[in-house]
């Protein structure tokens, strides 16, 4: 007999019933897509923060005290130095595969042809390197300076062995040299000279555009620091920063062993900077702050915005439904009236017209939760340029909302269902 009623039910108010699950589709498509890119949008900005350069940088444990107690950068070098052999641990770490990229660097002054000095500047730009894992790694400048402008000719390509001795040159210094790409230059450095052929003229729109930039072992060269570098800059994939990660940065050893164990498995800043100083010899790793917190920052608002459509957009959804079943009930007092006359107990009732809600809800939910994948997928396209992944916990999580929607949307119905009295709705109030 309950089946044979809610069959029927279904059946004659479909219209309404359709409806009922349009409503639930909007608010479960809208949560299920804002609860899918809330929950892979932290590497989404990531990733977008990454091409404005590195947010962790590596320096000699001497130079970082030399900046720590003098508060001047250490330009001209304290005669401590990292070494080059050690380039490759950093993919050995527990957060290797958040290590997106990185290169070394490594500075000395030279004598330019018309007397004057400037800085040239060492480092990777496309290096290829066999890792101690058996992987292969291809990093640089090229990627970590993605907003240089090159105004004349091309990036160094380290790969080619016709740009061996080879350099790019800021535009300010071009200028006041009048060098252009193709050009050759002539540096004096402190252990040797080379005649270097000018492959690209950039602008970086900073004191970087009075320098000169070549591959590593050509400045290690002029300046006899075979094997020796400056410092490394880091760019990896973080989780912001929280009470425990800004307590284990100051202190590790301040931490409990568990505290430990979930700092050094969550990928904080400074859990990695803390993993790189461990493979590194003699090395202070630390967070670039400005970046560090503009990703936290654009993380928390980003995702606060998506949990505040999320709420209203269910706040809507409750609504509508709670409009749609009470004028259901309104439009069967007759019914659900005969149904009272004849011994039908209230949780009865309640029972069949939750039923006939909640299944309605299962055919709205599934419905929305789909379209909101693929809305999704069109907002990581249109805001990132990638895919959104579904994360497993989103299928749950919409699942429940959808519940706790429906019930919300129909407990005005069900409490005028309750207050029905049979005498009333069959005699027409007399």
């Not at 001497?62 to 070494?83: K, P």
């Not at 050759?184 to 080379?194: D, F, I, Q, Y």
């Not at 990695?272 to 100083?277: D, G, K, L, S």
């Not at 207050?419 to 709705?425: D, S």
Request: glycine share 10%; proline share 3%; aromatic share 6%.
């Amino acid at each position: 007999m309950f089946i044979r009623m809610l069959r029927g039910t279904l059946l004659r108010q479909w219209k309404k019933m359709l409806m009922i699950a349009f409503t639930i589709a909007l608010g479960a498509s809208l949560a299920s897509a804002m609860l899918s890119v809330m929950l892979d949008v932290g590497d989404k900005v990531n990733q977008e923060l990454k091409t404005y350069g590195a947010n962790i940088t590596v320096v000699p444990k001497a130079s970082s005290v030399l900046t720590d107690l003098y508060d001047v950068e250490d330009e001209n070098g304290t005669g401590a130095y990292l070494r080059e052999d050690e380039l490759g641990k950093i993919k050995t770490i527990f957060w290797a595969f958040n290590i997106v990229d990185y290169s070394p660097f490594v500075s000395t002054q030279v004598t330019l042809p018309d007397g004057s000095e400037a800085k040239i500047t060492g480092s990777w730009f496309n290096h290829h390197m066999e890792l101690p894992t058996g992987e292969t790694l291809d990093a640089g400048i090229g990627s970590m300076r993605s907003w240089w402008e090159i105004t004349d000719g091309t990036w160094l390509d380290e790969q080619n062995a016709a740009q061996e001795n080879s350099a790019m040159i800021g535009t300010t210094l071009a200028e006041r040299l009048g060098v252009k790409a193709g050009d050759t230059l002539r540096l004096e450095g402190s252990a040797s000279a080379l005649d270097l052929h000018i492959v690209g003229v950039y602008d970086a729109g900073g004191d970087e555009d009075e320098q000169l930039f070549a591959p590593l072992n050509t400045v290690q060269t002029l300046a006899d620091l075979d094997g020796k570098i400056d410092s490394i800059e880091v760019s990896a994939l973080t989780t912001p920063d929280n009470e425990l990660a800004e307590r284990a940065a100051k202190d590790p050893s301040s931490l409990t062993v568990a505290q430990y164990e979930i700092w050094y498995c969550t990928a904080y800043a400074s859990s990695i900077c803390y993993q790189i100083q461990e493979v590194i010899t003699d090395s202070v790793a630390a967070p670039v702050r400005q970046v560090a917190d503009s990703e936290g920052a654009i993380l928390e608002k980003t995702q606060l915005l998506m949990i505040l459509i999320t709420i209203l957009s269910l706040i809507g959804a409750a609504l509508g439904i709670c409009n749609l079943v009470t004028a259901s009930v309104m439009e069967r007092s007759g019914e659900i009236g005969l149904m009272k006359a004849i011994g039908a107990q209230n949780g009865s009732v309640s029972g069949l017209v939750l039923t006939e809600i909640f299944i309605t809800a299962i055919f709205g939910g599934v419905i929305g939760f789909l379209a909101g994948f693929g809305f999704a997928q069109i907002i990581g396209h249109t805001v990132f340029g990638s895919a959104v992944t579904l994360k497993p916990m989103v299928i749950p999580i919409t699942a429940v909302l959808v519940v706790l929607v429906t019930l919300a949307g129909s407990i005005p119905a069900i409490r005028m269902l309750l207050r029905l009295r049979p005498a009333e709705v069959l005699h027409g109030g007399h």
